[in-house]
């Protein structure tokens, strides 16, 4: 899980209100430089989000599979794919 300290900060820095962007959103087909800086917001936060789901995901299966969730956990600490429970 190879990420930056702060992945939610620096999204919400480069994309929240940034009205610079504008220009580039019109360029690539977007409706607004808002919906651009949306789904550039998204697109920043989603590694963390999908890594955080993992974290709950080796909680709930801890009680019921403490050696798979070590497996499982030990995968996502690697940074390779987690694949499914």
């Keep these: 899980m ?9 999204a919400c ?3 929240k209100g940034n009205e610079e962007s504008a220009r580039l959103a019109e ?4 409706e ?8 550039m917001f998204l697109r920043e936060i989603t590694h963390t989000v999908n890594a955080l789901n993992d974290m709950g995901d080796i ?11 070590a ?7 690697s940074g390779e794919d987690s694949g499914s429970v």
């Design 27 to 30: 360029t690539m087909g977007f």
């Design 71 to 77: 497996a499982r956990l030990s995968v996502l600490l």
């Design 13 to 15: 820095r480069k994309f």
């Design 32 to 39: 607004s430089g808002k919906e651009y800086n949306e789904i």
């Design 59 to 69: 909680v709930r299966l801890y009680s019921k599979k403490p050696d798979a969730a």
């Design 2 to 10: 190879k990420q930056s300290p702060q992945p939610f900060r620096l």
